[in-house]
């Protein structure tokens, strides 16, 4: 979506911590998504944050800053499964609450 | 099924030909949506049911393209007269209710159009 960024690739080690940004713009903030997909399959639901802080929830956290536009996504220990694309999603209530979605990360992780 | 399915996995048709794409939600859930995935992008929405009831049609990009979902459960997504610009993947969710409830998604269509 065109007021969602993030960065286009990453690379990481396994066992290593990575963080994926995510930026919004928009005055109808009503919660924002993290999915996971794997190439050719379907996105999965990681994390939702719609208060500032920090959601943890395993391996995975998510903080969210509304006074900020801002959202990381924080992969701990990361293993060679979590190579996928990360998917950032704001639910906007000025365009009915529906999901805007970024265009995703790519994450590498190399052994 | 446990999870959401969607039929065919992929799908070739001729330019200009009719296509229907099929998604079966998770049992009970009353929220289904609608996406279109280009290559390299993120799932751009197209349209939400809540039940039978088609709430938000917005992101339809044309006439040509019109969803159903008639008993409040299956759903179809069908195209007419199939452009070249159709060609992408396209994904169903469903939702307990709403959209402020995490949506599972199917593992799409993927759609070429010659």
């Known amino acids: ?111 | 099924g446990a999870g959401v399915s969607q039929s065919p996995r992929y799908k070739v048709a001729k330019r200009g030909q009719d296509v229907a794409l099929r998604c079966d939600p998770i049992s009970g859930h009353v929220s289904l949506f609608w996406y279109q995935q280009a290559l390299g992008q993120g799932p751009e929405f197209l349209t939400y049911f809540q039940n039978e009831a088609q709430l938000d049609k917005s992101g339809l990009p044309s006439d040509r393209f019109f969803a159903e979902r008639p008993e409040g459960s299956v759903s179809t997504l069908k195209i007419q007269r199939t452009q070249q610009e159709d060609s992408a993947v396209y994904l169903c969710a469903s939702s307990l209710a709403g959209t402020n409830q995490p949506q599972h998604f199917g593992d799409g269509t993927r759609l070429s159009i010659l």
């Open chain 1, 1 to 111: 979506g065109q007021n969602i960024d993030q960065p286009t690739e990453m690379t990481a080690t396994e066992g290593a911590i990575v963080q994926i940004n995510c930026t919004y713009q928009t005055s109808g903030f009503n919660g924002l998504f993290w999915y996971q997909q794997h190439a050719g399959e379907a996105p999965t639901f990681l994390s939702y944050n719609v208060l500032d802080g920090l959601e943890e929830k395993g391996r995975f956290s998510s903080f969210l800053s509304r006074s900020k536009g801002y959202s990381y996504l924080l992969l701990k220990e990361l293993q060679m499964k979590d190579s996928a694309s990360y998917l950032c999603a704001v639910r906007d209530s000025r365009k009915g609450n529906k999901l805007v979605f970024g265009a995703g990360t790519i994450l590498r992780v190399k052994s």
